[in-house]
C-alpha cells in the first residue's frame, strides 16, 4: 500500500467540511506504570494510561471551498465532536472495508503562508487536533 491510498475525511454536527490531502499523527502511546513490591528485584509493569498524539490534517487552499469556511473553523477552536475518518483504498481509488475513525478537538486553524515572490509553492490550509481515542 502507498501512502496516496487513503482518503481522509472530517465532519461535524452532521456538516461535512470535506476531503483532506494529507493526515499526520494520531500515533496511540501509553505511559506505562512500573512499580516494585517489597522483596523484589526488579519493578514489573503494571499497565498505564492511553494517550494519543495530535493529529494534522492539511489541504490545498482552494479559494472557492476554503475562504467561506475559514472564519468558521477558527472559531470553533477548542470545540469537540469533530469525526476524522481515514478509509484505505485500493489500487483504482476505491475504499477498501471500514473506515478508521479518529475523534478529537480543533486546536489550530493555520492559513495558508504567502509570499509575492514565490514560484509555484502550493497554499495549504492545515488543521490540528488533541486526538481522542478511535472509536
Request: net charge neutral; aromatic share 8%; glycine share 14%.
Amino acid at each position: 500500500m502507498l501512502k496516496s491510498q487513503f482518503l481522509t475525511t472530517l465532519s461535524r454536527a452532521g456538516k461535512d467540511y470535506g476531503k483532506f490531502d494529507s493526515f499526520s499523527g494520531g500515533k496511540g502511546t501509553t505511559s506505562t506504570v512500573r512499580y516494585r513490591e517489597g522483596g523484589e528485584a526488579e519493578k514489573k509493569p503494571i499497565g498505564g494510561t492511553k494517550d494519543r498524539e495530535p493529529i494534522t490534517l492539511s489541504r490545498r487552499y482552494k479559494s472557492e471551498r476554503d475562504h467561506p469556511i475559514f472564519k468558521e473553523l477558527d472559531r470553533l477552536r477548542g470545540t469537540n465532536g469533530w469525526s476524522l475518518l481515514r478509509h484505505p483504498l485500493d489500487g483504482d481509488g476505491n475504499v477498501i472495508g471500514e473506515p478508521v475513525p479518529y475523534s478529537g478537538v480543533l486546536e489550530a486553524v493555520t492559513p495558508p503562508d504567502s509570499d509575492s515572490n514565490s514560484d509555484g509553492e502550493v497554499a495549504m490550509l492545515t488543521l490540528e487536533f488533541s486526538a481522542g481515542p478511535i472509536g
